[in-house]
């Protein structure tokens, strides 16, 4: 087996909960048992773990059930479990008492970190990939060369290869067409660093566009937190809709459904996107929807209503002046416009998947498309390349359309980091015996 200098077998771009299960996938895998363990380094731009930091609100629920995390379906007895995170925390008595499947954002993103400690070896924070590159010596490519740019202040460049590159660098904020940020116009993924600035006693009215789940729970906060202030929830909808969270549709998000998805047809994959996308797209909790119209209706008996549903509507603008935005709104139901002065917009409107191309560079030409010009992948996450290149290119996201409506989610991310830490291990075997 060929050694490289300042090589890994595995180089991560990203390091959120995907590449973290990855990293612990990794860790535990029996190919260790060989007594080469898997190398493997990882590249986060964020200066340290953050997974959205900006909507850890006080009151918001985690809406996979704490056996989800990052290791127990692949890996029951795994030290990194979220059952031994509470046990090392001296929780786990108190938080079986609760009788909740659902912890607080706040307590899972301190799982987060408590894995993470344990790879500060292999992970660098403040490091972003500014470009992947094929070798330059010619021949059918086994590495690719990557560049990092420390961004810190006394940062520099620096060079890596590795074997096999992991892709998983999150979700793009959406904003509404027309619209973009401003100081007091935001997305959903920086709202409480934003919130935060606000003079709270100066607010009296913030309007939030979207009808999902993070949409639904800046409202509440919101509400909640400026007792003075009018919040507008304005969305193309009658009303919030429920997300269906029963025994049977969840069944969309076990690990068999990946195979059922991936070698179905056409006809079958667009009726699972049809049938199951109220499990996760644009859907609130029943708790919350019930809350908010609890609100409501309590506003009413008092006669001083603080909450109001701008259902069947649309932004078609947002423009700031100084300390106020004027919103242009189109109703669905007339056809008809009317403008909304308030002091916050924010923007719940969702994310785009990842799109890997720019990141890709001197790789993406040799990264097999289909007839819809998408990126041919192979059931363990891996791109399908042409014969110059025999290094691994996996993705953490992106794959809906082969993978399903799991491939960007929490709910399946430990059995897909166990099967990329399989491939992984597998071509590394069989690279060893081809060349023995």
Request: hydrophobic content about 35%.
């Amino acid at each position: 087996m060929e050694q490289l200098s300042d090589a890994y077998e595995v180089v991560g771009i990203g390091f959120g909960p995907s590449n973290l299960s990855l990293a612990i996938a990794l860790e535990e895998h029996e190919g260790r048992r060989d007594g080469q363990p898997i190398s493997a380094a990882f590249f986060e731009k964020q200066p340290a773990l953050g997974w959205h930091r900006n909507m850890l609100l006080p009151s918001a629920k985690m809406q996979i059930s704490f056996l989800k995390d990052l290791a127990t379906f692949r890996n029951p007895a795994s030290q990194f479990s979220f059952v031994n995170y509470l046990h090392a925390a001296g929780r786990l008595a108190q938080f079986v008492n609760n009788q909740d499947f659902f912890p607080t954002r706040q307590e899972f993103h301190d799982y987060l970190e408590w894995a993470e400690s344990s790879f500060s070896d292999r992970v660098s924070y403040s490091s972003e990939v500014t470009s992947v590159r094929l070798p330059r010596d010619g021949g059918p490519a086994g590495h690719v060369e990557v560049e990092v740019r420390d961004t810190t202040p006394r940062g520099g460049v620096r060079t890596v290869r590795a074997r096999n590159l992991v892709v998983s660098t999150g979700l793009v904020p959406r904003m509404p067409a027309g619209i973009d940020r401003d100081t007091r116009i935001w997305h959903s993924s920086e709202f409480l660093e934003r919130f935060r600035t606000l003079d709270h006693r100066a607010v009296k009215r913030v309007a939030v566009v979207g009808a999902g789940q993070s949409a639904a729970e800046i409202v509440r906060f919101v509400y909640d937190s400026v007792p003075g202030a009018t919040v507008f929830a304005i969305m193309p909808s009658y009303g919030y809709s429920i997300a269906d969270d029963t025994p049977f549709a969840n069944r969309i998000f076990d690990a068999s459904a990946v195979d059922d998805y991936y070698h179905g047809g056409e006809r079958s994959k667009d009726a699972v996107w049809r049938y199951h996308r109220n499990t996760n797209y644009g859907v609130v909790d029943d708790e919350v929807i019930r809350d908010l119209h609890q609100r409501a209706y309590d506003d009413e008996v008092r006669g001083t209503p603080r909450l109001e549903f701008v259902n069947l509507s649309k932004v078609d603008s947002a423009k700031q002046t100084g300390g106020t935005v004027r919103l242009t709104l189109n109703s669905l139901r007339s056809d008809e416009t009317s403008d909304l002065d308030v002091d916050a917009l924010v923007c719940a409107t969702g994310y785009d998947s990842m799109e890997p191309s720019e990141l890709l560079g001197e790789l993406e030409p040799h990264c097999l498309r289909d007839e819809q010009g998408r990126f041919r992948v192979e059931r363990d996450y891996r791109l399908a390349t042409g014969p110059d290149v025999h290094c691994g290119i996996y993705l953490q996201g992106g794959t809906e359309h082969t993978h399903g409506l799991a491939s960007s989610l929490l709910s399946n991310i430990a059995v897909r980091s166990g099967e990329i830490a399989d491939s992984i291990a597998e071509r590394r075997t069989n690279r060893q015996y081809s060349t023995a």
